[in-house]
């Protein structure tokens, strides 16, 4: 048997190891969460991109008798239904395409998506959302569609109660010419409209001080619509979105065209 094909047989022995399978290679019989845990504040999300699909975890598959299809040649993709998490029993070992889990990274398992695939996912609870790299299989429980690490979860605020009713849709790119096309553009984020020019002043000083952006006054009639940017890059606006939101809960993003 050759080199290629040893390495293949060992990729489809850890196909169904993923994060919900059997617990004879774990040490852990109970999974739960670390009792370390390192900072998360600053854990980005995943970055979306171009990547071809892995060589090992990308093939129709059995787990518990039920047969499951991977899909192939998908460009778009959406689902509704319940996220779990998994955590420190899985923490270092193989996932389905042959990378280790780190609970501390912003990564996730499905049942069905090519490996790797980068998601968003919303819980539709609290409306907190983040993007999270499909590296591995599963859940393989009855009513759940995705199951993310442990700072995913902490992200989303589903720690606690285990599980939560999520939105997930697929961020997909079919080369990389696509993707820098996609993420490169002009943009702003305009996080509060008011009738206070002095209000308008302070506000844009203290925001551009704290993230190092430049702030930018459109004024309408009476009114000023506070900005800050411009951004380059799609991403980054995204996540110092996120950090505005946290203050300014209707802030968005205005894409010049």
Not at 194 to 208: D, F, H, Y
Request: aromatic content about 10%; hydrophobic content about 35%.
């Amino acid at each position: 048997m050759n080199k290629f094909n040893i390495v293949a047989l060992l990729l489809l022995s850890f196909l169904v190891t993923g994060c919900s399978t059997s617990t004879s290679r774990y040490k852990i019989k109970d999974d739960h969460s670390p009792s370390d845990i390192p900072p998360l504040e600053n854990v980005e999300d995943a970055n979306p991109r171009y990547e071809p699909y892995s060589r090992g975890g990308n093939k129709n598959y059995r787990v518990r008798g039920i047969d499951y299809k991977v899909f192939s040649d998908i460009t778009e993709f959406t689902e509704t239904g319940n996220a779990s998490w998994y955590g420190n029993k899985f923490h270092g070992h193989l996932t389905s395409n042959g990378e280790r889990y780190n609970m501390f990274a912003m990564s996730a398992a499905h049942k069905n998506l090519p490996l790797p695939s980068y998601i968003q996912v919303t819980n539709l609870e609290n409306n907190k959302q983040i993007i999270v790299r499909v590296n591995d299989r599963g859940p393989f429980h009855s009513g759940r569609i995705v199951d993310l690490s442990y700072a995913a979860a902490k992200k989303l605020d589903m720690l606690k109660a285990g599980t939560a009713r999520v939105k997930i849709k697929l961020l997909h790119f079919k080369n990389k010419k696509q993707q820098d096309e996609h993420f490169t553009g002009i943009y702003y984020i305009q996080y509060l409209v008011t009738s206070l020019p002095e209000k308008a002043n302070q506000l844009g000083k203290k925001l551009s001080a704290t993230y190092q952006v430049k702030s930018l006054q459109v004024q309408d009639n009476n009114h000023y619509k506070l900005r800050l940017g411009p951004f380059t890059n799609q991403l980054q606006a995204d996540n110092l979105l996120k950090k505005i939101q946290l203050d300014y809960p209707n802030a968005f993003i205005i894409e010049q065209k």
